[in-house]
């Protein structure tokens, strides 16, 4: 075999592969399209109702070092999705959504050393807890302590993105399983009614198997 026929066999090789590629692509981006359509459905009806039964969230936020946000109640929702061209056509590029979660409750905590008032200030802070201080002094003056009164909200935002590469979809967000930030990485094949029932358990603070996708504390 000549050069021009060997080089001529790896080229058709390059081409198969090529087209494997492309025609699984295809297939991928198909899959998760009707993945994100059907949770885009799912999860627009579950808000409806939420909206009209405002059920309370048994989720104790915690707040390390400073306390439990807790009995937190339905308060209002939203959810939108984008789209994107790929190829002609439009695909589901994302899904965002909130639920913000309240009570009338709010937390207050006291501190008298400038250490601790410094700790609970920078948790909060981290957190992206609203909050407000109150210097309390000594019946004769001077400073004796630290009020802090954090307002029981929280709100639950959510962005669900198509990754058509790796035929999944990724659910990037805070506050949904507790306080601070959470990613996971869902195969588009597992997505199905009994999956996204589980979803809706994880954000009215149920017991959900979705922790099996977490995959990052970021």
């Given at each position: 075999m000549?050069l021009?026929d ?8 390059v081409k198969?592969?090529?087209?494997s ?6 297939e991928s ?11 885009f ?11 009209v039964l ?7 936020y ?5 306390g439990?946000?807790?009995?937190l ?29 309240a ?25 992206g807890m ?8 000594k019946?004769g003056g001077g ?8 307002p ?6 959510i962005?669900?993105t198509?990754?058509?590469d ?5 659910v ?12 996971l990485?869902?195969?588009?094949g ?8 589980e979803?809706?358990k994880m ?8 922790r099996?996708?977490?995959v990052?504390?970021?």
């Amino acid at each position: 075999m000549g050069l021009l026929d060997d080089l001529k066999k790896q080229a058709d090789m390059v081409k198969s592969q090529q087209l494997s590629q492309s025609s699984m692509l295809e297939e991928s981006i198909k899959l998760v399209e009707a993945k994100m359509h059907q949770t885009f459905l799912y999860l627009n009806d579950l808000l409806k109702q939420l909206a009209v039964l405002k059920p309370t969230n048994p989720t104790p936020y915690s707040i390390p070092g400073v306390g439990d946000l807790q009995n937190l109640a339905y308060g209002e929702s939203f959810i939108n999705y984008r789209k994107k061209k790929i190829g002609d056509k439009d695909y589901y590029d994302y899904i965002t959504m909130y639920i913000k979660w309240a009570s009338p409750v709010n937390l207050t905590v006291e501190r008298d050393m400038p250490a601790a008032i410094q700790k609970v200030s920078e948790v909060l802070w981290s957190f992206g807890m609203k909050f407000t201080e109150e210097k309390i002094k000594k019946p004769g003056g001077g400073f004796e302590k630290m009020k802090f009164t954090v307002p029981s909200n929280v709100t639950c935002d959510i962005a669900i993105t198509a990754d058509h590469d790796n035929a999944r979809l990724v659910v990037k967000g805070k506050h949904f399983f507790r306080l601070g930030t959470d990613e996971l990485r869902i195969p588009a094949g597992d997505i199905n009614e009994a999956l996204l029932e589980e979803f809706a358990k994880m954000l009215i603070g149920q017991p959900s198997t979705l922790r099996k996708y977490r995959v990052a504390t970021l």
